[in-house]
């Protein structure tokens, strides 16, 4: 059975995952990535993107995820045909990842941006990765150098961070500074280290 040691790591978009990621793996945890999985069946299916949305969404055999990130924030219909072609394929992939980190028998990570929104992945503890959403939208704006519009537009394509607050399992609070994240990061390592 896949998944039985794994933990899923979610937040939403600017609420600080990846420096999550970065200080878990240093406490010598296996991280799955399924953002640069993602990518790169994104690009192998550059083909079937061509067609779904257009050749303007293709450069030299890659997908442009900027141009195509525009469209599907701001088109639902494009959003649920994209999904629907590359998640089956996400977790097939991730699943098959999984079942080789389970033979190791120790907890691991993996990070998967929209785990609430997808409801795929049979993972019981979850990581939610905390900050209030006047700070997610104000580094979401530097981080990505975008309009405050654009920014709200990412930001409520995805569940809100207080509803994913409450199904956590285990809470980091990222509205400080990186010493205080770390800070955290030990805490819940704890913490899960005595539930496995």
Do not use: W
């Not at 899923?8 to 978009?13: K, P, V």
């Not at 257009?54 to 639902?76: C, H, M, Q, T, W």
């Not at 399992?169 to 496995?196: G, P």
């Amino acid at each position: 059975m896949s998944f039985k040691y794994a933990i899923a790591l979610t937040g939403s978009i600017a609420t600080g995952k990846s420096s999550v990621s970065t200080i878990f793996k240093s406490f010598g945890f296996n991280i799955i990535d399924v953002d640069k999985i993602a990518h790169n069946i994104l690009d192998k299916n550059y083909l079937n993107i061509s067609k779904l949305f257009g050749k303007e969404y293709i450069i030299e055999k890659r997908v442009n995820r900027k141009l195509l990130g525009g469209l599907i924030f701001s088109n639902k219909e494009a959003k649920k045909e994209l999904e629907s072609l590359l998640h089956p394929l996400i977790y097939q992939e991730i699943n098959s990842i999984s079942l080789e980190k389970d033979k190791l028998k120790k907890p691991y990570i993996i990070d998967i941006p929209l785990f609430f929104e997808t409801n795929r992945y049979p993972i019981k503890d979850i990581i939610v990765v905390y900050t209030p959403k006047e700070k997610q939208l104000k580094r979401l704006m530097e981080r990505d150098n975008s309009s405050k519009k654009e920014a709200q537009q990412r930001i409520e394509a995805q569940i809100d961070i207080e509803e994913k607050k409450d199904k956590a399992t285990y809470l980091i609070d990222n509205s400080k500074d990186l010493k205080f994240l770390q800070e955290e990061c030990d805490r819940v390592k704890k913490q899960i280290l005595l539930n496995f």
